[in-house]
């Protein structure tokens, strides 16, 4: 076990699942501003969205990016898929970097696909099942596939994604399907062109809640069966514990913290993470959870100087308001993929107040194990 004396300083971090080999797809230092136009004289301003983000996704593991509204979450994810251009940063692709031309980025949608949060304005309610998943195979087969193969393939998806007998599916219309049928017909149009790569945006938080563990089991089934690297945005860092293998913690555009996701809900080492896991839900905890973060998000367009949690964070130290914290290794963390950006693990610097956020009793959190769920399909 390491001593918070012996906390060095990670020089340069590439967050997500320790895996041996290439990548499936990495982002290095990539950064997002958007500018926006004052009324009525006032100048122009630039939102800092995303902040200098290094991340891997490896074949075969499920990473969570967790952090609440406003944090950068889904802003990451489309400059993953490339829909949003990075203002700096790269993406590479199995070790080669992603170009920018049009024919690059029709082979690279082949390859990353991204699921949307709501399965409804996804799918067009004008056309069926059939429709859906034919096209995307059309558009991406090599080479011309008869009425036959067609055929063959749209059924070999529904069975995929668990809709079976896929006869009774394929030539329905989305309204005819409840919430959790349409997410997996969207994410079936996006096995259909064989990605590497599945990055799904909030995908259960539109659903009830009796049917999103069918849709997260799926996730965990198609990481195993088909080797996907998958990136899982969610607000809510419980799903993110059951179902991922290593939690990114954003806020205000930054990663704060980063590790294996058991670990991340065990030992929180960032008083942003420790508020989230406050906030979870929890049957054992008599009380609900009193938050001490001060306030409300900062504002990207003026972010905070120095670490933007400062103004609402419990522990703030005038160094915190000064400087921005430098990426550490978290105390007793068996590898350095356990790190947060947060003064209080250098030890120069102590807190001035003895509070403590009420973070939850996480012995009390589950195991991520998986379960069957009687409702599905869904």
Not at 149 to 172: F, G, Q
Not at 230 to 248: F, G, K, M, P
Request: net charge negative.
């Amino acid at each position: 076990m390491t001593d918070i004396a012996d906390t060095v300083n990670v020089e340069r971090v590439v967050h997500g699942p320790d895996r041996p080999g290439t990548p499936a797809l990495e982002a290095r230092n990539l950064t997002k501003h958007f500018k926006v136009h004052g009324g009525l004289g006032r100048g122009a301003g630039v939102v800092h969205a995303v902040e200098d983000i290094s991340l891997a996704l490896p074949r075969g593991t499920v990473t969570a990016v967790v952090g609440e509204s406003g944090s950068g979450k889904s802003t990451l994810a489309r400059m993953l898929t490339q829909l949003i251009s990075p203002t700096s940063g790269e993406l590479l692709l199995d070790g080669e970097p992603v170009r920018g031309d049009a024919k690059s980025r029709r082979a690279y949608t082949s390859r990353v696909h991204l699921v949307l949060q709501d399965p409804f304005s996804s799918l067009n309610s004008v056309h069926t099942v059939r429709y859906h998943l034919e096209r995307p195979l059309k558009l991406h087969a090599g080479r011309r596939l008869g009425r036959e193969e067609l055929e063959r393939r749209v059924l070999d998806l529904l069975e995929r994604v668990s809709l079976t007998p896929a006869d009774n599916y394929i030539d329905k219309y989305p309204h005819e399907l409840s919430g959790g049928q349409r997410q997996r017909v969207a994410i079936a149009r996006g096995l259909a062109v064989e990605p590497e790569v599945l990055l799904a945006d909030e995908p259960v938080s539109m659903l009830d809640v009796s049917i999103r563990l069918g849709v997260l089991n799926l996730l965990d089934e198609l990481r195993e069966r088909e080797q996907l690297a998958i990136l899982y945005v969610t607000h809510d860092i419980a799903s993110a514990r059951y179902l991922a293998d290593s939690i990114v913690v954003m806020y205000a555009g930054e990663i704060v913290e980063s590790g294996d996701a058991v670990r991340i809900t065990d030992a929180p080492a960032h008083p942003y993470t420790q508020l989230l896991l406050s906030a979870a839900p929890d049957p054992e905890r008599a009380e609900p959870p009193v938050l001490r973060g001060r306030g409300a998000p900062p504002s990207l367009v003026s972010p905070p100087s120095g670490c933007r949690f400062h103004p609402r964070c419990p522990f703030a130290m005038p160094v915190c308001a000064e400087q921005a914290p430098p990426t550490l290794q978290a105390p007793d963390a068996e590898s350095a993929r356990h790190v947060a950006a947060c003064w209080l693990l250098d030890p120069e610097h102590t807190p001035t107040t003895s509070a403590e956020p009420d973070v939850p009793q996480t012995r009390h959190m589950p195991s991520p194990q998986r379960h069957e769920d009687p409702t599905d399909p869904a």
